[in-house]
Each structure stands twice: as C-alpha cells, then as structure tokens.
C-alpha cells in the first residue's frame, strides 16, 4: 500500500473534526437529557441516548484513524488497517442497540401517555440541530472510509432526528398531542436502522475478506488476462485490507521467458490493477506450465459444478 501525502493530511482533518464533534456531543448529551427528564420528552431522553452512542462512536472512530495510519510491523505486517473497519462494527451494533431500548420505551409510552413539555423540546433540538450538522459536514470529506462513514452516518441520522423532534415540539406545542413524542421515538429508531445496515454489510464483508464492493472478480481476471504476454489467470483471490485498502493474488501463466522479460509483465499488471481497480498491493505467482494443485482444484470445484 502507499501512503501519500494527501492523506496524511486528510487523516489529520478527519482526527481534528472528531475532537471537536466528540466534545460537542458530549456537551449536548447532558443538555438534552437533563432537559428531556425536566419536560417528560421521551424523543429528547432518546436523543440524548442517541448522542451518547454518537459521542463513543466518535471516540471510536477516532482511534481508527490514528491507529490506522500506523506503519505495518513484524507482527502486523498488513498494518492496523481492521483497526478501523472493527471501529465501524462496533459503531453500528451499538447503534441497534439503542434502537431497542427507544422501541421498547416509546411502546409503553404509547400505552400510558405522559405529558410533555414542548417549548424545552424544540430550544434543545435546535441546538442539536446545529450541532450535528456541523459535524456532519466536517466529516463529509472522509465518507470513502468506512469508519468515517460510520460516524458520518451516525451524525446524520442524528440531524434527521432532532429535525423530527423539532416537527415534534411545534406539533405538541400547537395541538396539545402528546402522543407524537413516542411515535417520533420510533420514527428515529427506524432512521437508526437504516442508516447502519449499509455499513453492517461493508463491515462484514471485510471482515470475512469477500470481494470488495462494486469490484467483480471475474472482470478483473479478464482484464489481467489482457495484458500483453499473459496467457492465462487463475487461483484469483481479492479481498480488503480496510475500507479503501485492497489486495490480490493471483497465479499468471506466461511464457517460458527469463526473469528480465516477465518483469515488464508484471509491472503492467500492477499499474492496471492500481489504476483501475485501485489495488496497490499485490502477489503474482508466475507459471510457465498451469500449477499441479491449482489443476487439481479446478477438476474438484468442476465436479461440484462450480466454475473458478
């Protein structure tokens, strides 16, 4: 992988915007749960739970980042790139989880109906408002990383939220009906889910090392196939490393040609690969005859009706 220097300095802008958003958060976290306990909101303490997964979020994802960026060592010679995506894992799981606890709270709210203060509500959520929009947009620049992403998203859905509890306030505020609150709970519980789905399935997929999103390893195979003084591909395997980091092998059947030749190919199909399919790290077996075991789990994967 290499490491250039706009990215450096976009690891540094990401690690300043989530200081300030953590800080932010944290601040909010007491203000809306004090308030929302003061004016009986559900939809205000559900925020406040909301933004408290927010703030560990960001803490979160902010050791990502720093611990991503670390150089690869003898035990950890890929890096610290899983850093981050297990960052944006725990990130969505919490989130979830607090989607239970808002769907279980706000059920028995619609049951047994409280009264509701609506003027704290809608100067809170204003604020907040503000806030994660700000934050929103500070990490807005970072959304190709999954673990920025993932707080990205948490910010967002948290500005859609607090807009909800502001429609919210002025609606209870104007019609006296309370039960708006709860059923605004669970509008934001269903923001919550969709939101992170997105990121469940990146994150697992890289975890399990699948072929990464919007890649098809057949297309890629073709095309390194295509080089000049390729004869043939097999034993492909693609997987990532991180959210923006992706690797590959791959077994390459050329000629019979001298180690001085078969470098010129290589070299080709390293650039293609980093400037097609952003790969930068990648291991060719050259073969000059296709390989006995690779023959051989072709037979076995053929006779099962699968294809390689």
Known sequence: MHVHAHGEDGSRRARTALTIGAAATLAYVALAFGVGLRAHSLALISEAGHNLTDFLALLLTWAGVVLQAKPPTASKTYGYQRVGVLAALANVVSLFVITVLIVMEAIARLRHPQAVEPWPMLWVAGAGLVMNTGIAWMLEHGRRDVNIRAAFLHMLG???????????????????????????????????????????????????????????????????????????????????????????????????????????????????????????????????????????????????????
């Open 158 to 308: 948290d500005a859609l939220a607090t807009g909800l509890v502001l429609i919210g306030a002025l609606v209870i505020a104007r019609t006296g009906w309370t039960a708006v609150d709860p059923m605004l709970s669970l509008a934001i519980a269903a923001l919550i889910v969709i939101s992170g789905w997105g990121v469940l399935r990146e994150t697992v997929n890289i975890l399990l090392e699948g072929t990464p999103a919007g890649m098809e390893a057949e297309a890629v195979a073709a095309d390194l196939a295509g080089v000049e003084g390729v004869q043939a591909i097999h034993d492909l395997h693609i997987w990532s490393l991180g959210s923006q980091a992706h690797a590959l092998s791959a077994h390459v059947q050329i000629a019979d040609i001298p180690p001085s030749r078969s470098e010129a190919i290589r070299r080709r199909m390293c650039e293609l690969l980093e400037e097609r399919y952003q790969i930068a790290h990648a291991t060719l077996q050259f073969e000059h005859t296709e390989c006995e075991g690779c023959a051989m789990e072709q037979g076995r994967e053929h006779e099962g009706g699968h294809t390689h």
